[in-house]
């Protein structure tokens, strides 16, 4: 029975420590002096893509005026961006200012605002403004046969720098590519709360998703706050999808296209400071990965091809974190009774586990100072918390795919 606990322990450790050091290692060393060598579009040629840009959004007046403003900033031909915005059963103003935006502050000629009464949840509004934006598409360009088309998907709380739009729809002259995401960065950092442990973990993220395009042009999924795709990849979003973007991009992979990121297409979103928003966003988040993981469980199945190897290595394994954790906590609490070494291996655990948690708490209680150490490692393991009980949740059946906007900076 030692000797099983022994492999538990040692099996999950070395998963997690592949998961979050090996591989992003690995994926360094293989995307190492390379560069972008596709060809790109130039803003003024004249095959240009027409981009289409989707966004839904639900009781969000403290951020669409904002981002409206970045989406009519863009320096893009006029003539050859759409904005496409579906309230999601909005309660608030905000069906009020976006009307009211479209009409008197950004009189764009192709604007469209649908404002659905019933919520539903992010991915039936999007299949909805895709099928409209496809179908004007046809209709308007129908005599520019040369023309593609590509859509951008979009958050309400996501701001875009002047040229993001055209960065990141420059890659699509060649038609290898299906899809481009952007480079997420936060704003409004704070030294207390998770806003910098997060920001942290997003910069690792966005470095490892570059070396996998790079490498491989087969980045795992997108942040989804903003990306481009060939809108004759999209395909409807299926019922009660949480995490749409990752399932959109990876059925793009699965046609075998690629999907890169542009570090100089730089958005910008709000920090989350409070422990327990980042936890519900992170369950929902985790019960979506599991949700697309069951879609996509064949690739687990064949880790020997490439896109199985980096789903495997890159998602899967961080998706099964938490069990990690728990199975070395338990595994080390067992053997600690017979093994020196594994007690004092317990015994570091709780202390670091107690020490994080509590001093995380008592700081923002009582206006401790800071300590960036212990908040990454309460981060990390409330994080992992989050995919276990996300874990739990799509086990129990999704039934409402409806979202709560994040309480951001």
Not at 39 to 46: I, N, Q, V, Y
Not at 73 to 89: A, F, M, N, T
Not at 246 to 275: P, Q, S
Not at 280 to 288: C, D, P
Request: hydrophobic letters at 45%; glycine letters at 6%.
């Amino acid at each position: 029975m030692q000797q099983i606990a022994q492999v538990v322990f040692w099996c999950s450790a070395l998963a997690l420590t592949y998961t979050y050091v090996l591989y992003p290692l690995l994926m360094w060393w293989l995307a190492r002096g390379r560069r972008w060598q596709h060809a790109m579009h130039a803003l003024e040629d004249p095959d240009l893509p027409v981009v289409s840009v989707l966004m839904a959004a639900h009781n969000e007046e403290r951020v669409i005026g904002e981002k409206l403003y970045s989406l009519v900033q863009q320096e893009y031909p006029p003539d050859k961006l759409r904005i496409y915005v579906g309230s999601d059963g909005s309660t608030d103003r905000t069906n009020d200012l976006v009307a009211h935006a479209f009409d008197i502050h950004f009189p764009l000629p192709h604007a469209h605002f649908s404002a659905f009464r019933q919520r539903r949840g992010k991915p039936p509004v999007i299949n909805d403004l895709a099928a409209l934006a496809q179908a004007d598409f046809e209709r308007l360009y129908a005599n520019q046969p040369g023309l593609s088309h590509v859509f951008v998907l979009t958050d309400a709380s996501v701001m875009l720098e002047p040229q993001v739009l055209y960065r990141l729809v420059r890659h699509f002259k060649d038609s290898r590519i299906g899809t481009v995401d952007a480079h997420m960065r936060s704003k409004g950092l704070r030294s207390k709360g998770i806003s910098r442990s997060e920001q942290q973990y997003l910069s690792a993220e966005v470095r490892l998703k570059h070396w996998e395009s790079l490498a491989w042009g087969q980045m795992m999924g997108p942040f989804g706050g903003c990306y481009a795709l060939r809108a004759d990849l999209f395909e409807p979003i299926p019922p009660r999808s949480l995490v749409d973007d990752f399932w959109l991009v990876f059925r793009v992979l699965e046609r075998g296209y690629k999907a890169i990121n542009d570090l100089e297409a730089i958005c910008h979103e709000g920090a989350t400071h409070r422990m327990k928003d980042e936890y519900r966003r992170k369950k929902r988040i985790a019960a979506g990965s599991f949700q697309n993981l069951a879609r996509f469980r064949r690739w687990v199945l064949l880790p020997v091809t490439r896109l199985g190897f980096g789903f495997f290595s890159h998602k899967v394994l961080r998706w099964f974190g938490g069990f990690f954790l728990a199975l070395m906590f338990l595994s080390a609490g067992y053997l600690a009774f017979s093994d020196v070494f594994f007690r004092w291996v317990f015994v570091a655990m709780v202390a670091g586990t107690a020490l994080s948690l509590g001093w995380y708490f008592l700081q923002n209680r009582f206006a401790l100072r800071s300590n960036p150490v212990l908040q990454n490692v309460a981060y990390f393991l409330v994080m992992n918390a989050a995919l276990v009980d996300g874990f739990f949740k799509w086990a129990r059946g999704i039934r409402d795919n409806t979202w709560q906007r994040t309480n951001r900076e």
